[in-house]
């Protein structure tokens, strides 16, 4: 009898180890409970707990596993990460504007250091000819040199206000433009790089427009985690408040073409000094702490560019 018995409880040591089960109560909490039973069947797969005798007993939470390693929602891993419902529309879409389909191109330019002054000159005869001229359905928004940051670097924004259609549109019939044409080549000889980026407008920002000068601009630039675009823009949608106090806030903008989760925000100060009164300000306002505690661990890399316009700029 006793054998026959020793070799039951053999046969289904061996099945629980083949289904590496693991099961556990882990948190039984309220007042009079007497005792639980934990029962197991079904090679370890079903897990039932029974409380007798108890007044406010209240069981928790039930773990049970097949194989507790491979399981990538396990118990101990969701304490460590966080659960995002999935989305069902690019962030592209939940961010910018919807009144307006306006598409946003920024260039920068490295110009050779003993160049500028000549690229300067060129852009200043070119350029407005392009924002002027009703056959180019495009805007000027800025123009720069840059002061601060990265050396010897023109910088500028222009505006699409039909979008992706109106981009191709002035592209082609700049290619068609000799003018233009000739001033690519001249332009291209005084560059060391170049590159650009499509932006989109994040629809809780200014829209940038003209504005009297002298100022002095800075655009601040960041590098974002892949998918964390939305949750910046949560709490940037926010923070913008504290932010507008001394009308500084010019334009926001995220990438879709070029360096993607790229964000960049141009601001405008009187000068140097009241760039640092304003910011130093912000954290006077209860709230301002907030946004940086919860943005600043989505950022990769970012850097400031402080800006100098040119004079053909809409923005002075």
């Given at each position: 009898m006793l054998a026959a018995h020793a070799h039951v409880i053999r046969r289904r040591g061996e099945c629980h180890l083949q289904s590496k089960m693991a099961a556990r109560v882990l948190i039984n909490t309220g007042a009079g409970v007497s005792r639980a039973i934990v029962r197991v069947q079904g090679e370890g797969r079903l897990l039932a707990t029974t409380v007798a005798n108890t007044s406010t007993a209240t069981i928790t939470r039930a773990l049970s596993a097949t194989s507790y390693n491979n399981r990538?929602?396990?118990?101990?891993?969701s304490l460590f990460v966080r659960k995002v419902d999935p989305r069902k529309d690019a962030h592209s879409n939940l961010l910018a504007k919807k009144e307006t389909s306006s598409l946003y191109k920024i260039q920068f330019h490295n110009v050779k250091p003993e160049c500028l002054e000549t690229y300067n000159k060129l852009c200043v005869e070119v350029l407005p000819k392009v924002h002027t001229d009703q056959n180019y359905p495009c805007e000027l928004v800025g123009t720069w040199n840059t002061w601060y940051g990265e050396q010897d670097q023109a910088v500028h924004l222009w505006k699409y206000s039909g979008g992706y259609p109106t981009l191709t549109e002035v592209m082609s019939k700049l290619r068609q433009n000799k003018e233009f044409m000739?001033?690519?080549k001249e332009r291209g000889k005084m560059l060391l790089s170049r590159k650009n980026q499509l932006l989109l407008e994040f629809s809780f920002w200014n829209e940038p427009v003209p504005r009297s000068g002298p100022n002095i601009?800075?655009?601040?630039?960041?590098?974002?985690?892949?998918?964390?675009?939305?949750?910046?823009?949560?709490?940037?949608?926010?923070?913008?408040?504290?932010?507008?106090e001394n009308n500084e806030a010019v334009g926001g903008f995220f990438s879709q073409i070029g360096e993607l989760y790229m964000v960049h925000h141009l601001w405008a100060y009187k000068d140097l000094q009241s760039r640092d009164e304003t910011r130093n300000s912000a954290w006077q306002k209860p709230g301002w702490d907030e946004c940086v505690y919860y943005t600043v661990p989505l950022i990769?890399?970012?850097?400031s560019r402080i800006m100098i316009p040119l004079k053909i700029s809409p923005l002075q």
């Open positions: 990538e929602d396990s118990w101990f891993k000739e001033f690519r601009y800075e655009l601040r630039s960041y590098q974002l985690r892949p998918g964390t675009m939305i949750e910046w823009g949560n709490n940037w949608a926010r923070a913008i408040r504290y932010r507008q990769q890399r970012m850097d």
